[in-house]
């Protein structure tokens, strides 16, 4: 089991779901993938569940307000932690992205902002105080990748390159194209990665995917449909890899399903 007390500068550290129907999703990734449920109060009208394996906290899911879900469609939110969040926030504008919501303390356990690269993609920013995010990562059930899938490889990689001092290294996939892997200074192994959306992808918009761990994708693949997902993309092999598939949840938040090949 890897376990965290900390997650370092630049590297991601939770997932979190915005969803339509609460329950629905709890049943979903409750029988995938093992996870039980623990309800907080955060607000008016808002319980906040902490999805937990073992007792250890791997991600959230939420039920979004009647306004929210008007204008936002069910979807999983990508966390990096950052040591200042609003020093880091001040760095999006001017490397060409967007501050959709500016700094703000979470309670007492942490602080964070919502921003958007140049193409598109959302990502949250976190600043931990007494919540570090996942305490179990890289396991079964858990957060193992963090992908963006972007309009623009060259803007995107360049903005986060200046927000979040990721150094960027592309790979030669072959067939699959050219595959960029982020670095994140002090961190040895990459953080995340970025893939150019292709003509095939049809008209997806730049965003984040999670990526959670399983011990068989197909397998897993397979329980997602009978659950009431659906399959966006096969599984697939990354060739010297691993094995992967695409899924969303019967409320249409995507997410992906991964096994390392080593």
């Known amino acids: 089991?890897?376990?965290?007390?900390?997650?370092?500068?630049?590297?991601?550290?939770?997932?979190?779901?915005?969803?339509k129907d609460a329950a629905q999703a709890k049943k979903f990734y409750g029988e995938l993938f093992g996870?039980?449920?623990?309800d907080m109060p955060a607000g008016p009208d808002?319980?906040?569940?902490?999805?937990?394996?073992?007792g250890k906290h791997v991600g959230a899911l939420y039920q979004m307000g009647?306004?929210?879900a008007k204008e936002v469609p069910p979807h999983w939110d990508s966390y990096v932690t950052v040591n200042d969040v609003d020093a880091t926030t001040k760095k999006v504008a001017p490397a060409g992205g967007k501050v959709v919501k500016e700094p703000f303390d979470v309670l007492d356990v942490g602080r964070?902002?919502?921003?958007?690269?140049?193409?598109?993609?959302?990502l949250c920013l976190w600043q931990a105080k007494k919540h570090i995010g996942a305490s179990i990562k890289d396991d079964p059930g858990t957060l193992c990748w963090n992908e963006v899938y972007t309009s623009n490889v060259d803007r995107a990689g360049k903005f986060y390159s200046e927000v979040l001092g990721w150094k960027l290294d592309p790979v030669d996939m072959g067939p699959m194209g050219v595959y960029t892997l982020f670095k994140a200074p002090g961190v040895?192994?990459?953080?995340?990665?970025?893939?150019?959306?292709?003509?095939?992808?049809?008209?997806?918009?730049s965003h984040w995917c999670a990526y959670i761990a399983t011990n068989d994708v197909d397998a897993s693949a397979k329980k997602a449909t009978d659950l009431g997902?659906?399959?966006?993309?096969p599984p697939t092999d990354i060739p010297n890899i691993g094995r992967f598939s695409?899924?969303?949840?019967?409320?249409?938040?995507?997410?992906a399903l991964y096994k390392n090949m080593h």
């Open 35 to 38: 996870w039980s449920f623990e």
């Open 46 to 54: 808002l319980i906040y569940s902490m999805c937990n394996i073992g």
């Open 229 to 233: 997902g659906t399959i966006m993309v």
């Open 246 to 255: 695409i899924v969303s949840d019967p409320g249409g938040a995507m997410f």
């Open 1 to 19: 089991m890897t376990t965290f007390t900390e997650h370092k500068q630049g590297t991601f550290s939770w997932i979190e779901l915005a969803t």
């Open 112 to 122: 964070m902002s919502v921003v958007q690269d140049p193409t598109g993609a959302t």
């Open 66 to 68: 009647a306004e929210m």
């Open 188 to 205: 040895e192994d990459s953080v995340g990665g970025m893939m150019g959306i292709t003509k095939d992808m049809g008209d997806v918009p």
